[in-house]
């Protein structure tokens, strides 16, 4: 029997049967391939918090999942009873992480179908928060298959290609955001050579994106954070994609800690920098990087995890911010599934949005129809 590969698990989904979110837990892998099914609201809040499942898209379905799971517990008559409980359900799960805009994008989302369906019984109102958690994840599949499409559009066959950190399948349900014009262009025969940074101090390129590229038989070379430069000065990096937390509307964007460092050495060496970015991502109320929230994390994920012993001197200061931000003038361009904006960011984005508006009216126009 063929061994099962990363591609056959799902990195975020519901078990309708066991009304459990199932995960696989991301702090064992590569070692280990272990799911969790989570059914309380804390064990969401800390698979959330201990990045056990991370990367902004994946958060968001997760707490879409979660605040679902959380709706059908609520014993309430009435909505005067039940919203102000959803509501603290909701908060809770925002409360996680506060860099990755997702987060509360699908929150808000699920809370928005649920005040407009108040009137609704308990048993139909839970019904359409499924259907709605349901619809945040299987849009993901094709938020992502789009973002894939532009983005092979940018590149030929046999480019070197970087990435940093984790915007793969494991931060998404199925392509990742960066590694999906990989993917599109491993099914086109197009013989990409990916150049991962290993992504301190969490690791997430060499435990994640190396190892899901690795398994679906890219040809994946690893490498420390501080050797971007070696490789593009060799001229073996034809572009940078990247995945993003959090874009502010002039086009400045939150991602893993380094990627403004690859950034800017991109640039030195004139490879151009493609941040890949569902629109659940562009934050429009953040005017700029400066208004990003950036999470700190604990000391000692510098200065002992992954080592046997500690590698640091007793009481020494460590600064470890989770993210950094890229200056808009870094990147080359911003990959939506509505196309892909460039500099002036507020105009492209205008336009990415009123395609994305142009769309959900025709959907809506076709359910309409579907349904008379
Ligand atoms: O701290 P993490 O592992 O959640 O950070 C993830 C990233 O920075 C990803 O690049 C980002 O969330 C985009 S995932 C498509």
Not at 114 to 135: F, G, P, T, V, Y
């Amino acid at each position: 029997m063929k061994k099962k590969s990363i591609m056959d698990y799902e990195t975020v989904a519901l078990d309708d049967d066991k009304h459990a979110l199932v995960i696989i837990d991301q702090t064992k892998l590569p070692y280990k391939m272990e799911m969790l099914e989570l059914t309380r609201q804390k064990d969401i809040w800390n698979a959330i918090y201990l990045l056990q499942v991370r990367g902004a898209p994946a958060i968001g379905v997760a707490a879409a999942i979660g605040i679902y799971l959380a709706a059908r517990e609520i014993k309430a008559d009435t909505w005067e009873e039940f919203y102000p409980q959803f509501t603290k359900a909701k908060e809770y799960l925002d409360s996680a992480r506060p860099t990755a805009v997702n987060l509360s994008w699908a929150l808000n989302r699920m809370d928005e179908v649920c005040r407009a369906n108040r009137d609704k019984s308990h048993d139909e109102l839970i019904r359409i928060l499924h259907d709605e958690a349901a619809e945040i994840r299987d849009e993901d599949v094709r938020v992502c298959k789009s973002i894939g499409e532009y983005g092979l559009s940018l590149v030929k066959p046999g480019d070197g290609l970087l990435t940093h950190c984790n915007a793969g399948k494991l931060a998404t349900v199925k392509y990742g955001t960066a590694t999906a014009p990989m993917y599109l262009g491993q099914e086109r025969g197009y013989n990409f050579r990916i150049y991962v940074d290993e992504t301190r101090p969490l690791l997430q390129g060499a435990r994640l994106t190396a190892f899901e590229l690795q398994e679906s038989g890219l040809d994946v070379t690893l490498i420390c954070d501080n050797m971007s430069a070696a490789v593009m000065k060799n001229r073996w990096v034809n572009a940078v994609f990247v995945g993003c937390d959090r874009v502010a509307a002039n086009g400045d964007t939150a991602n893993k800690i380094g990627t403004s460092v690859v950034a800017a050495v991109a640039k030195r060496y004139h490879v151009p920098v493609y941040v890949c970015a569902p629109t659940s991502t562009i934050d429009r109320n953040a005017p700029t990087g400066a208004d990003i929230q950036i999470e700190q994390r604990s000391a000692e994920e510098v200065t002992e995890m992954w080592y046997k012993e500690r590698m640091a001197p007793e009481g020494v200061k460590v600064f470890n911010p989770c993210f950094d931000v890229t200056d808009h003038d870094l990147i080359s361009g911003i990959i939506t599934e509505y196309g892909i904006a460039r500099a002036p960011y507020e105009t492209s984005f205008q336009e990415i949005f009123a395609k994305k508006e142009a769309a959900a009216v025709i959907q809506s126009g076709d359910f309409a129809a579907s349904e008379g």
